[in-house]
């Protein structure tokens, strides 16, 4: 049996196909490519019990992934995040059925340690030697890890207000990293140039077709922690989009291959009120985003005023019956710490922001009661130290807690 069954690639846009053994980047036309795999033959020798028994990793669905030669895999074990029932904000907020899938345990503590993984995998499978790519600070500590373990080199830019702890990560890998004073989409400005100067390749957001191979892996690992059935509804944070137009493409993959049950989950984009270009399109219905002038918000890895695969992002939306939500920056910081207080869990500020917007889909009757409902926690609250902020009483060696109590 063939390690991977990808075939080619397509353009969403113009139909156009490529190779999956060659270098590419956008189509000619401009548009992100997507990678297609031989699900008829896929079919024929794999089925969801070949699973039990494999590695508990992303790689456990190696004919679903683009890597062709499993020498090439460039891995931190990362995959098979738990999937983990939240009763108590459940009940605070009226779901009986919540869930989290949870991301903060993944290497580099967020789920762009996926999209490095196969990303970083399929570059070394193609020969590439160096690359360049812009960031809000997660995924250009994720590529800067996986990329000095495959022996790549990178560029990384990111705005100077990203979390320092990814900075550091940068630098730690031996990544040429460069700070700017301006967003992300100012980082891609300069890398754009950086990889037409030096001829690097281009490993921005959908400029190339493998990292959302990796972010797929997410909807796969749902699928089969819910044996095989869909949930009613999946909310994701949404900037740059990928993990939902992967969790899209990967559920769709398994209704064709016949694996799951029920019809397809409506799938809610969710962004801050400060950058919500996505939910402006949404809500005028439109195909596509528009810029997102003077972008702000504390979940910085939302903070993307113009996602190159916004219309792949609403095409997700629309066609599951789903919808697009901002919340606002004061809610994400409470809700936060309420999963924290009740939950035990302390997860990033774009993971809070979609038990918000459950929140708010519940209190309007869009989420039933008894629902199952999925939000994605895409990284741990630890990698955002500067988040949330607790006044402390300090005891001197002589005091007493009841003391500082003031009993």
């Known amino acids: 049996m063939k390690f991977s069954y990808v075939s080619h690639l397509h ?11 060659e270098k590419n980047q956008l189509c000619v036309c401009g548009s992100p490519l997507l990678v297609d795999y031989d699900l008829d033959e896929i079919k024929k020798v794999l089925k969801p019990s070949d699973l039990l028994g494999r590695e508990a990793s992303l790689w456990r669905y190696h004919e ?3 890597v062709e030669n499993k020498e090439n895999i460039v891995s931190l074990g990362e995959g098979m995040t738990p999937f983990i029932p939240m009763p108590h904000i459940g009940k605070d907020m009226s779901i009986r059925h919540l869930f989290m899938k949870d991301e903060g345990v993944i290497p580099t503590g967020t789920f762009k340690a996926r999209g490095a993984a196969v990303g970083v995998s399929k570059a070394k499978e193609l020969g590439i030697k160096e690359l360049a790519m812009p960031t809000n600070g997660n995924a250009g500590a994720a590529w800067s890890l996986y990329a000095a373990r495959a022996g790549i080199k990178t560029s990384i830019v990111m705005p100077l207000d990203a979390p320092r702890i990814t900075r550091n990560e940068c630098a730690v890998s031996g990544a040429n990293l460069y700070l700017v004073n301006g967003l992300i989409s100012d980082a891609g400005k300069i890398v754009g140039q950086a990889v037409k100067d030096y001829g690097l ?145 302390f997860i990033c500020p774009e993971g809070a922001a979609t038990f918000v917007a459950a929140r708010r889909l519940r209190e309007n009757g869009w989420i039933k009661e008894e629902e199952t409902v999925v939000a994605l926690n895409t990284g741990a609250g630890i990698k955002y130290p500067d988040t949330v902020h607790v006044e402390v009483p300090v005891l001197q060696p002589e005091d007493t807690i009841q003391k500082a109590m003031g009993v």
């Open 64 to 66: 679903l992934l683009p």
């Open 201 to 345: 390749f281009d490993a921005s957001t959908l400029k190339e077709p493998y990292r959302i191979e990796g972010k797929k892996t997410m909807g796969l690992e749902i699928a089969e922690q819910m044996g095989w059935k869909m949930p009613d509804v999946i909310l994701y944070p949404t900037g740059g989009g990928v993990g939902i137009i992967g969790i899209y493409k990967a559920l769709n993959e398994l209704i064709a291959l016949g694996w799951v049950k029920g019809s397809l989950p409506r799938l809610v984009a969710v962004q801050a009120e400060g950058c919500a270009p996505i939910v402006k399109a949404w809500k005028e219905k439109k195909p596509a985003s528009e810029f997102w002038p003077d972008s702000s918000t504390i979940a910085f890895g939302i903070n993307v005023p113009k996602a190159l695969g916004d219309f792949l992002v609403l095409e997700a939306v629309y066609k599951t019956d789903g919808c697009a939500v901002a919340v606002d920056d004061q809610s994400i910081l409470e809700e936060q710490q309420k999963i924290a207080a009740l939950e035990g869990a």
């Open 11 to 21: 353009c969403p846009t113009c139909s156009k196909t490529y190779s999956a053994r």
